[in-house]
């Protein structure tokens, strides 16, 4: 069956300082990979989305940017966070439906 | 308008109630519809997944999805204090477009 793994559960980063989580998938090849960020009461706003390696769309323009090296792996990223970039990270990984890993709570300070 | 609305909340019930959970929508393309379950501090699952209208059974759960007046339901029977969560509707347009999900509502179901 598929799984999709996404770490560090928890950061707590500086303002200023770079950002990089990662996202894998196992048991599928090819995967549709997105970045969501969820901020309470604004609900789920997508990010980035991967149809392959190398191929990343951007939905906002923002601080952060996205990276496919692999079929299975998708990184999200910033040279210099910024407070506003807190929030509750969530990779999905989707084919008719979504399968979401158990999330990334960023806090900048 | 926003393309997906959903009932802010938050909904508090005893336990034992039926729970109606709503979404209404914009964009007549949309076909798929689903409704995920978020707890606290955890990524959304899926609870619900359905094509185009009509209604789908699964234990206490039933969607229901009305096309023609751009409503889907998701209903809890028996809702349990292991149903409080935060419940978010999805849809998209076709099998590789993107989902527009909705802003959630949290349930509080009391013992």
């Known amino acids: 069956s598929q799984t999709i793994h996404q770490w560090p559960a928890t950061l707590v980063q500086p303002v200023g300082s770079p950002l990089s989580l990662e996202c894998t998938v196992e048991g599928t090849s090819n995967p549709n990979l997105y970045w969501y960020r969820q901020a309470a009461g604004r609900g789920l706003q997508l990010l980035f989305y991967?149809?392959?390696?190398?191929?990343i769309s951007s939905e906002v323009p923002q601080n952060l940017s996205a990276s496919r090296p692999q079929d299975r792996q998708f990184i999200l990223s910033s040279k210099k966070l910024l407070l506003s970039d807190s929030g509750f990270y969530l990779c999905?990984?989707?084919?008719?439906?979504?399968?979401f890993g158990q999330g990334t709570r960023l806090t900048v300070v | 308008q926003k393309e997906v609305e959903q009932d802010p909340g938050p909904l508090s019930v005893p336990e034992g109630a039926i729970v109606s959970l709503n979404c209404t929508y914009s964009?007549?393309?949309?076909?798929?519809f689903m409704w995920y379950r978020q707890y606290s501090r955890k990524g959304p699952e899926l609870l619900m997944y359905t094509y185009s209208s009509g209604n789908k059974e699964d234990g206490r759960f039933t969607a229901q999805v009305d096309k023609s007046s751009k409503y889907i339901s998701l209903f809890i029977r028996d809702s349990q204090p292991s149903d409080s969560a935060t419940y978010l509707c999805a849809m998209r347009k076709g099998a590789n477009s993107k989902l527009t999900f909705g802003k959630g509502i949290t349930l509080s179901v009391r013992p």
């Open positions: 964009n007549s393309a949309f076909q798929y």
């Open positions: 999905a990984w989707m084919q008719a439906e979504a399968f």
């Open positions: 991967s149809v392959g390696i190398g191929q």
